[in-house]
């Protein structure tokens, strides 16, 4: 527990720092970089490059200070930050380092203002806050590890097969080396996959599990962008046969199993974690929504194998939206997702689980139509790893 003159010192100093926090954060991560070297792998450049990951940095430090007397506000968020870092397999230990170069680059930007108290007092709140997560972080490891077929740390996988879901969109499946089975998985989970040399680089990425749990593999299905180290490397040289090292699968972005009609709202590849959701509750009899926003057919993954399941199932209805369709395409809508055209898909009472994700734009809409549908907030839910500023328009 933080004393009370350390507590009172944090939470007058919040409004300095939220001012500044933006700079702070861009000398932070150059300050980690060059004094630790061995956390780049850590990191997504692409995010770092765009700015996504140093706001959502600058966000938390700032909220965290906000409520250094009260973090049960934080819960949720903390839960986010757990599922994430042993995603990614952080260690105790790089806490350190991230927690000098944080002090260092807040008297880098504050100067004189930054006094010895006021270091010192953020020195010993980040000291609570690296020690919250290291211990929750740690029960989750231990819990991943007793698991049937589970794991700590990363364990080593062979690819099985790989399947092309549509122009952009290839899956990878993935069988353990050592063949003792993997875990049972919540849908709507991700994992991180290790490259040990991509242009000479050691790079990690997360992926969302795209398949229901309870097969003999793990199944990503992933994009190729443009500029994406990660997913051109899968797309251009991994084949079957070649090993990957992977981390346990993480996330609280997981289907809600109850009887409420279940709403399933993507847009590109955020189709993923919902091909898994909807795999799994296929044979439940639940009402299922599955609405899917995609520039045309040639990029729409996993459109015959929804077709399928509905045809098989009368309680799963597809509908499709394509912004940009050719001549070939047959969407039920086009242009892009409209408040009208979900509320169609909802039943008088709003009372629906909706899970959404997609690109930043189209998940700005989504959240916005679910306000205006009057959908309780509770049972809204998507997964967003850059600040939460972002998604309102």
């Not at 230990?93 to 991230?98: C, F, G, I, K």
């Not at 740690?138 to 698991?147: F, V």
């Not at 090993?243 to 997981?254: A, E, W």
């Not at 040639?298 to 499709?320: G, R, T």
Request: proline content about 6%.
């Amino acid at each position: 527990m933080l004393d009370a003159q350390t507590i009172e010192i944090i939470k007058s100093t919040v409004p300095v720092l939220k001012v500044h926090a933006d700079d702070i954060t861009k000398a932070f991560y150059p300050l980690l970089f060059s004094q630790h070297p061995d956390v780049v792998p850590y990191f997504n450049q692409t995010n770092q490059g765009k700015g996504t990951q140093p706001k959502a940095l600058a966000n938390a430090v700032v909220a965290y200070g906000a409520n250094i007397d009260a973090l049960g506000n934080l819960s949720e968020t903390v839960s986010k930050i757990v599922q994430k870092h042993v995603a990614l397999g952080i260690e105790p230990s790089q806490y350190d380092a991230v927690g000098s170069c944080l002090l260092q680059a807040i008297k880098a930007v504050l100067g004189d203002a930054a006094t010895e108290e006021i270091i010192t007092a953020w020195g010993k709140a980040y000291g609570q806050l690296a020690e919250l997560l290291i211990t929750a972080e740690e029960s989750l490891y231990a819990e991943n590890e007793s698991k049937p077929g589970g794991w700590r740390g990363e364990r080593e996988f062979t690819l099985a097969k790989r399947v092309d879901e549509s122009a952009v969109i290839t899956s990878f499946y993935f069988e353990p080396v050592d063949g003792k089975g993997v875990p049972l998985f919540e849908p709507g989970q991700f994992l991180t996959i290790i490259l040990d040399d991509v242009d000479g680089a050691r790079l990690r990425r997360n992926y969302s599990l795209s398949d229901a749990p309870g097969s003999h593999y793990l199944r990503i299905s992933v994009k190729r962008e443009p500029d994406g180290a990660v997913s051109n490397h899968l797309h251009n040289n991994l084949n079957p046969g070649d090993r990957v090292k992977l981390t346990h699968p993480s996330g609280d972005f997981t289907l809600r199993k109850n009887n409420k009609p279940l709403v399933l709202l993507t847009g590109g590849v955020g189709i993923t974690p919902a091909i898994s959701m909807l795999n799994s509750e296929a044979g439940s009899g639940r009402d299922i929504r599955f609405i899917h926003a995609a520039l045309n057919s040639d990029v729409h993954a996993f459109k015959a194998h929804v077709d399928q399941l509905a045809s098989l199932h009368d309680h799963i209805s597809p509908l499709y939206v394509y912004s940009n369709p050719e001549e070939n395409c047959q969407p039920h809508a086009t242009g892009f997702i409209t408040e009208e055209l979900v509320a169609r898909q909802l039943p008088q009472d709003r009372d629906v689980e909706l899970y959404f994700l997609g690109p930043v734009p189209f998940m700005r809409a989504a959240l916005k139509i679910a306000k205006n549908l009057g959908l309780p907030d509770a049972q809204v839910h998507y997964e967003f790893f850059g600040p939460s500023e972002e998604l309102i328009a």
